[in-house]
């Protein structure tokens, strides 16, 4: 069973700049998630998305960061305009939803830096 | 709110060597919890995890016991290798809230042959 999918591995931009990254889940599962790891941090959740629809976006800073799962698939996350505090590493995870389903995959994440 | 709390690091250990890492939460409800690993380069991947009081989550070694009067779940292994240097995250989620992870900082274990 292939894992979660993410692209690209590395970014690096200047300030002010967009970037976007885009996560593949496994296949068949209902919920996504978006994880935003600064360097010597544990993880924090900033979208989650059961099918197309969004369950939780109260810590996604909405002035520059936005997220969508038109098919709910495949998922793109953006930043625009980044700030230097935007670096970090983004995770994507997945589990199959529903009660019960309490295991998320991890990708391997996009490592961003913001000069 | 949740919330974890895991001690600090790094723990560096010699090979075969006790392992012990702390980690306490605060939760409402009845959460379940778990324990990530991060090997370096790599994505988190599950390690254990308990889903009720009492409970032992196991797996490579590693054990940790879901205790509900001391709201924890620490981490133990009897006799650490080199491959187990990563950096442990644990985390906690309730059922009600979407599944969603609340993680504890981190805690970096290096491993001496």
């Known amino acids: 069973e292939a894992g979660v999918a993410q692209s690209p591995r590395y970014k690096i931009i200047e300030k002010r700049q967009s970037v976007a990254f885009w996560c593949n889940p496994i296949?068949?599962?209902?919920?996504l998630y978006w994880y935003q790891q600064i360097l010597g941090q544990g993880p924090k959740l900033l979208i989650q998305?059961?099918?197309?629809?969004?369950?939780?976006d109260s810590q996604l800073p909405k002035d520059r960061f936005s997220a969508e799962r038109l098919k709910g698939v495949d998922s793109t996350l953006k930043i625009q305009p980044a700030k230097l505090e935007d670096s970090a590493v983004y995770l994507c995870?997945?589990?199959?939803?529903?009660?019960?389903?309490?295991?998320?995959?991890f990708g391997p994440g996009t490592r961003l830096t913001v000069l | 709110g949740n919330s974890v709390t895991q001690m600090e690091g790094p723990v560096t250990l010699s090979e075969e060597a006790f392992l012990t890492i702390n980690c306490t939460y605060t939760?409402?409800?009845?959460?379940?919890l778990f324990w990530y690993v991060q090997y370096p380069g790599e994505g988190l991947q599950l390690l254990l995890k308990?889903?009720?009081?009492?409970d032992k989550g196991s797996n490579k070694g590693f054990e940790a016991t879901y205790r509900k009067e001391t709201t924890s779940f620490h981490l133990e292994k009897g006799s650490v290798q080199v491959s187990d240097s990563a950096v442990y995250f644990c985390?906690?989620?309730?059922?009600?809230?979407?599944?969603?992870?609340?993680f504890g900082g981190g805690t970096r274990l290096m491993v001496k042959p």
């Open positions: 995870a997945s589990n199959a939803g529903g009660v019960g389903a309490d295991t998320q995959y």
């Open positions: 296949s068949g599962h209902a919920t």
């Open positions: 998305f059961q099918n197309n629809g969004v369950v939780d």
């Open positions: 939760a409402t409800g009845y959460p379940s």
């Open positions: 308990a889903t009720k009081a009492d």
């Open positions: 985390a906690l989620t309730r059922n009600n809230a979407g599944n969603m992870l609340t």
